[in-house]
C-alpha cells in the first residue's frame, strides 16, 4: 500500500537526446534537478538550461543589476563544473511571470525550434509563485504544440521549495559530490539561506523506502507525452484561480515591499539627519567648552586685575593722605612763618633799624 505514495526502488529516467531544463531563478535548475541533469549529460545528452528571471527580488536599479549579474555568474559557474554548457538567461522580472503575458508563446518558439525529449521544470506543488506560473506557462506552451501538430516531449517535474509525491525515484549515489560541489557555487544565495544543507536533506530522505546503498535521491513527477494535458486539464480551473489570486497578492506585496522601502528611506533620513544634529550638538558642545574655559581664564584674570586695582587704589589713598598730611603741614609752617614775619615787621626793634639796614643795602651796593 505504501508504494501507492512512493516508489520503493529507482528508476532511470526518459531516455532523451536533447533535454530542456526550465529554472524560474538562477539556482533552481541545480538545486531541483542538478542530479538528472547531470546523468543526461553523462548518457552523452544534450542539456539546455533557461532561467528565466532576473532573481533580483524586489531590488531595483543597481543593486538589482549588481544581484542578477552575480547569480547569473553563480549559475554558469556550477553549470561549468557539471559539464554543461551555459545557460540562457530571459531575464524576466522576478516575482512577475505570471505576469508575464508572452511567457507561454516564448516557451512555444522554443519547443518549435529545438524539439526536445524532455522537459524538467518544477512541479505544481511548489509554493512559491514564479515556480507555479512557469510551469503553468509551459503547460499552456504545450497546448499550442499540441495545436500545431508538434510532438509532445516528456514532462519532469521537480521540487526544490516543496515536496512532491513522487512517481520516480532517482539514485543519484554517483554524481551526489558532482551537485554538492556545483551548489557551493550558489555563494550569495548561501549567505542568505543555507540552500546547499535543505537540499542535501532533501535528497537524503528521498532514500527513506530505497535501498541502504542509495546515499541520495531526486524525486520527479513524470508525465508522459499523452499524459501531460489530459493531467493538466483535471485542474485547469483550481490552477486558474489560483494563477489570478496569486497575481492579485503578489500586487499587495509589492506595494507592502514599496512602503517598506519608503519606510527604509525615511528610516535613513531620519538617522542622517540625527547624526548631522549630533555632529552639530557636539561642534557647539565642544565651542562652549572652549567659550566655558576662555571665560573662566578671562574672569581669573578679571579678578586678578581687581585684586591689582583695589592694591593700588588704596596704596593712592595712602599717597593722597600722606600728601594731604604733608600739605598741611606746610600749610601750618608757612602760615607760623608769616605770622612771625608779621610780628618782626610791626616790632619796634624794626622800625629803629630800619634806617641801618639802608646804610647797609646802599654800601653792599656800592
Not at 505514495?5 to 534537478?33: R, S
Not at 511571470?97 to 511548489?126: C, D, I, K, T
Not at 509554493?127 to 506560473?133: F, G
Not at 559530490?177 to 555563494?187: E, S
Request: net charge negative.
Amino acid at each position: 500500500m505504501e508504494n501507492w505514495y512512493t516508489p520503493y526502488q529507482t528508476a532511470a529516467l526518459p531516455a532523451a537526446q536533447k533535454v530542456w531544463v526550465l529554472a524560474p531563478h538562477p539556482d533552481d535548475e541545480v538545486f531541483g534537478c542538478g542530479g538528472a541533469a547531470l546523468i543526461y549529460a553523462a548518457q552523452g545528452a544534450q542539456v539546455q538550461v533557461s532561467v528565466m528571471s532576473s532573481g533580483s527580488g524586489y531590488a531595483v536599479g543597481a543593486e538589482a543589476e549588481q544581484i542578477q549579474s552575480t547569480r547569473e555568474n553563480e549559475t554558469n559557474a556550477a553549470l561549468q563544473s557539471m559539464g554543461i554548457e551555459p545557460a540562457s538567461f530571459w531575464r524576466l522580472p522576478d516575482r512577475g511571470l505570471g505576469q508575464s503575458v508572452n511567457l507561454a508563446m516564448r516557451l512555444f518558439e522554443q519547443l518549435q525550434s529545438q524539439s526536445y525529449q524532455v522537459v524538467l521544470a518544477p512541479s505544481l506543488n511548489e509554493v512559491h509563485p514564479d515556480h507555479l506560473a512557469l510551469t503553468r506557462a509551459l503547460i499552456a506552451a504545450l497546448e499550442m504544440c499540441q495545436a500545431a501538430g508538434q510532438p509532445l516531449p516528456y514532462l519532469v517535474q521537480y521540487e526544490v521549495g516543496a515536496p512532491i509525491m513522487p512517481n520516480l525515484l532517482l539514485d543519484i549515489s554517483k554524481v551526489w559530490p558532482r551537485k554538492l560541489q556545483a551548489m557551493q557555487c550558489f555563494t550569495s544565495q548561501l549567505q542568505t539561506q543555507n540552500y546547499a544543507k535543505h537540499i542535501e536533506a532533501l535528497n537524503t530522505y528521498r532514500t527513506y523506502a530505497l535501498p541502504i546503498d542509495v546515499s541520495h535521491a531526486e524525486a520527479f513527477y513524470v508525465l508522459q507525452p499523452e499524459e501531460v494535458l489530459s493531467a493538466a486539464a483535471k485542474d485547469r480551473w483550481f490552477h486558474a484561480v489560483m494563477a489570478a489570486a496569486e497575481v492579485g497578492a503578489e500586487a499587495l506585496q509589492l506595494q507592502v515591499v514599496q512602503k517598506d522601502r519608503q519606510i527604509d528611506d525615511l528610516q535613513n533620513q531620519f538617522r542622517s539627519d540625527l547624526q548631522s544634529l549630533q555632529q552639530h550638538a557636539d561642534t557647539l558642545l565642544k565651542r562652549t567648552e572652549v567659550l566655558d574655559a576662555e571665560l573662566q581664564r578671562v574672569s581669573v584674570e578679571n579678578e586678578r586685575k581687581r585684586i591689582e586695582i583695589e592694591r593700588l587704589a588704596k596704596e593712592l589713598n595712602q599717597e593722597r593722605l600722606q600728601a594731604s598730611s604733608k600739605q598741611n603741614e606746610l600749610l601750618l609752617a608757612l602760615q607760623e612763618e608769616r605770622q612771625m614775619r608779621e610780628t618782626l615787621l610791626n616790632s619796634k626793634s624794626w622800625r629803629i633799624t630800619k634806617p641801618l639796614r639802608w646804610l647797609a643795602q646802599w654800601f653792599n651796593s656800592n
